[in-house]
């Protein structure tokens, strides 16, 4: 059986170095905003190329806090509309509404599967403040026309790369292009934590210091609150297992793009649409989408070959009984993504023999 993800032998590769950084958390006695933390911040600023990374929770409130900030700074308020693409995963949106700021939904590329940049302009109105960049699978969502629209509309860019890190955009990493970045780490996720964890990274010192502040009760000093903050922090256990995986992470996504490149260069399948790439290092092939016009019935036969798929993602935003308001939207482009997109096994512990077989089996597909 072709898993679609093994994260057992994903973290078992690790085991010895993620047991040593475990036991040094244990037998420190400090399990809450300590050096791990500390050090794994600086590590990944520097990794991403930013001054600023504060720990979170998890993703989504790395993306909830971002625009919280901006209300606190008074850069944003009730009611002002962000950008964000409408074939994204439910977090992005969730970022937004849960600020009581409204999503504007956009439509994406049909190949690239990313917010598509030509669009977004006739969405923009009074009312925008900002534009949710998700780089979705893995690949980099970044545009010269978004750089054009962010000067011109004066806005603030917010990237999500829960997917997307060690990606690229030119010279400079993503998570370092926009005004502020949430980055997930899910332990499914290309660099995973061993449970729930994310991070904000920015260049922006007044932001990152009023995140921090309201990932922890809104309190700068003990007992003292300067804001209706909330409780999203990274614990120390997490933050050493990411200090680990942050050294593997470029050599990890290399084994995706290799991965990624068999299938490419291997799939020839009339009905089957590959995913178009802008540059090599401009995706690190989270996901690997393909599109059928019988998705279903593809996704059985992969099934019944021992070929483990999932569907990345089966409901858009705007068809999710959790916004029922938006039920009679039509958003076409991605309703037809839903229908037939597929996402293959990929990964950084997969074989080239394992996707030998998985091109096999697709390239016979009657
Ligand atoms: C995973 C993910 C998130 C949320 O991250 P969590 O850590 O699960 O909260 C946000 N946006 C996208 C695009 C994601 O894939």
Redesign the pocket.
Known sequence: MIKFLDLHKINKTHEAELSRAANRVINSGWYLQGEELKTFESEYAKYIGVTQCIGVA??????RLILRAYIELGAMKEGDEIIVPAN??I??VL?ITDNKLKPVLVEPDIYKYNIDPFLIEKSITGRTKGIML???YGQNAMHPEIERLVSKYDLKLIE?S??AHGCCYGEKRTGAIGHAS?H???PG?NMGALG???AVTTHDEQLADIIRTLGNYGSRKKYVNDYQGLNSRLDEIQAAMLSVKLKKLDTENEQRRRIASYYLENIKHPEITLPKVEAYNSHVW?LFVIRHPNRDKLQKYLADNEVQTLIHYPIPPHKQMAYKEWNNLSFPITEKIHNEVLSLPISQVMSESEADSVVKLLNRLV
């Open positions: 998890n993703g989504l409130d790395a993306l994204t995963y977090a992005s970022a998700v780089h979705l999500d829960a997917q949430g997930s780490f899910y996720k729930d964890a994310g989270h």
